[in-house]
């Protein structure tokens, strides 16, 4: 049973830093790309940020506009992780965020192969 656990959420003040992190059980974590969704309240999911499997031109990233500028994906193969650093968060940003996995995929992610339980960021204003 593959699982993705993600774990860095809380609360923090606008203009304030988080880093989120994923931990997946995938045995070929360099084969899949690793994504950042987001859901707030009443609202439907949402794409945050991507980085596709690391044979696809170098590992390639991708944003939401909304996460341009503030927001840099990465990923450990060795400790099986992908990132989310988090930077000028902003009330609009909270939301539960969620990471999804999808083999071979570059930076745009569909009908993930799996997705995390979710870790709640909240931002205040």
């Known amino acids: 049973q593959v699982q993705l656990v993600e774990s860095g959420g809380g609360l923090v003040q606008a203009g304030g830093s988080l880093r989120l992190s994923c931990t997946t059980s995938v045995l070929t974590f360099n084969t899949y790309a690793m994504g950042w969704f987001r859901q707030a309240p009443g609202k439907e999911r949402e794409f945050v940020a991507a980085i596709s499997w690391s044979g696809w031109s170098g590992g390639s990233t991708n944003y939401a506009d909304s996460a341009k500028g503030r927001f840099t994906i990465s990923r450990d193969n060795a400790k099986n992780t992908v990132y989310l650093q988090m930077n000028s968060l902003k009330p609009e940003d909270t939301a539960v965020y969620y990471c999804?996995?999808?083999?071979?995929?570059?930076?745009?992610?569909?009908?993930?192969?799996?997705w995390g339980q979710g870790t709640q960021v909240t931002v205040s204003s």
């Open positions: 999804a996995a999808k083999r071979w995929a570059g930076t745009f992610i569909s009908n993930a192969d799996y």
